[in-house]
């Protein structure tokens, strides 16, 4: 019996209410999601992008450098909504890692050498040589291991399927929604790391900098943020087809709670793909450039939530019979809160002051 293979509830009591870890999880893995996608986004975006294009080498090299602190911002704040799917799902979670374990370490090594690659890629760039094959390993390993991470995600809301899992590994990938998750997942990533292109493009050329290769980083960044949102509400419905009828069902009657989330995220994608159409001059259409980015975030921020709905769906089944302890400790939770709020600040303050603070080459500028 599936139920059988389900680990039992930790008997220890949950140091807060359950609400609480759930708008925690939400918020932490937004955070945490933002750099994912400008790691994974950056990545594709950077072995992409055609060397006879302008602004080509710009645009290879804005995304290696970001990269050189955004999988670090990304490993760092994976940490808090890790822990959080620990306390409300973890006998779920932690059980798909081990059916596929040899999977959730290789997920170390992939992103040991994309991070390596992603370094000697900055150095051929400094350079002036060329780094293409290695851009696109760097993105392929990226895209190894948001597979992974997809294929665990589905696992664990369906215990049903941890039997024939645990016979065959590669069972994990036959999800009916296993593609269009990831499809989701990697769209949304590129739709991002374009539009950000896009936005420092138009600073760029503010301050003064080549406004030719400005023009060119800006007008490939808002076209990859236009094909990767177009694809992705038609992805965005199929991944709705895809998901098992008492899902659907159970989702689709679940009132405005489940129904407004969703459809702003739909008509957010819509109002986007509109905004992204009518920019022609991307340098002159600042305002629009920094409002696709606004449109994007919000969103992701839909998706997010709707994406907690479905997973509270899928194993209400299998949850029926907890029974959870609550001992609320106030004291170390606002502990976490305020140290949380203090790195993301200092985090948001490093990267804008990276960003203005550019010393130019040269021992004396070191």
Known sequence: MPASLIPALDPAALPGPPWLFHVLWVITFLVHLVFVNMVMGGSVLAALVGNRRAGAREIQAFFVEVNGWAISF?????????????????????????????????????????????????????????????????????????????????????????????QQTWAALLDPTFAPRLLHFVLAAIAMAGAVLAFVATRRAAAMDDREACLGM??????????????????????????????????????????????????????LLMVLSRITDPLAQTKDVRRVAELLVGAVVFMVLTRHQL????????????????????????????????????????????????????????
Not at 97 to 117: E, P, S
Not at 221 to 245: C, Q, T
Not at 312 to 328: K, M, N
Not at 332 to 360: Q, W
Request: glycine residues 10%.
């Open 74 to 166: 990304a490993i760092t704040f994976g940490i808090a909504p890790l822990l959080f799917m620990q306390v409300l799902f973890g006998r779920f979670f932690y059980t798909a890692t081990i059916l596929v374990a040899w999977w959730w370490f290789g997920m170390l090594g992939l992103l040991t050498i994309g991070y390596y690659l992603n370094y000697i890629a900055k150095a051929r760039l400094a350079a002036v040589r060329g780094a293409r094959l290695i851009l696109i390993l760097e993105a392929v390993c990226f895209l190894k291991i948001a597979a992974i991470q997809v294929a665990i995600n589905v696992l664990h809301l369906q215990p049903g399927r941890w039997e024939s899992v645990a």
């Open 218 to 271: 800006a007008r490939f960044g808002l076209r990859a943020a236009f094909a990767a949102s177009a694809l992705e509400l038609v992805d965005g419905f199929w991944l709705l087809l895809a998901l098992p009828r008492d899902v659907l069902t159970a989702f689709m009657r679940g009132g405005a709670a489940t129904m407004i989330p969703l459809t702003a995220g739909i008509l957010l994608g819509v109002l």
């Open 311 to 366: 997973r509270g769906i899928y194993l209400a089944p299998w949850r029926g019979d907890e029974r959870v302890t609550v001992a609320t400790q106030w004291g170390p939770l606002a502990l976490f809160l305020a140290v949380f709020v203090l790195c993301v600040g200092l985090t948001v303050y490093a990267i804008v002051r990276s960003v203005r603070d550019r010393p130019g080459p040269g021992e004396a500028a070191a």
